[in-house]
Nanobody, 115 residues
């Protein structure tokens, strides 16, 4: 079982920045691929960014060049630095861990970008 707790969401003006954090409660964190997803009202949950245990990253086209995912295996945490935020980035952001056949999710943190 992997428990995930996100933090760092909030209200920001367009062009601003936020940093999301996700703390994991598992001893095997350094072996787990991690990711950030988001879900806007009335829309399906979508991939934002992923990071492998060794630090290889992948981004959705919509956030490429503006968002950066990173991880600290010693702290058992994954981060999402979000710059140049746009109103269309408004959504609930969820931390994800994949282990075996299972997906684990945090409770989500709301990001609202005002125009």
């Amino acid at each position: 079982q992997v428990q995930l707790v996100e933090s760092g969401g909030g209200l920001v003006q367009a062009g601003g920045s936020l940093r999301l954090s996700c703390a994991a409660s598992t001893k095997i964190f350094s072996f787990i691929p991690m990711g950030w997803y988001r879900q806007a009202p009335g829309k399906q949950r979508e991939l934002v960014a992923t990071i492998t245990p060794r630090g290889s990253t992948n981004y959705a086209d919509s956030v490429q060049g503006r968002f950066t995912i990173s991880r600290d295996n010693g702290e058992k945490a994954v981060y999402l630095q979000m710059n140049s935020l746009k109103p269309e980035d408004t959504a609930a952001y969820y931390c994800n861990a994949k282990w075996g056949q299972s997906d684990f999710w945090g409770q989500g943190t709301q990001v609202t970008v005002s125009s």
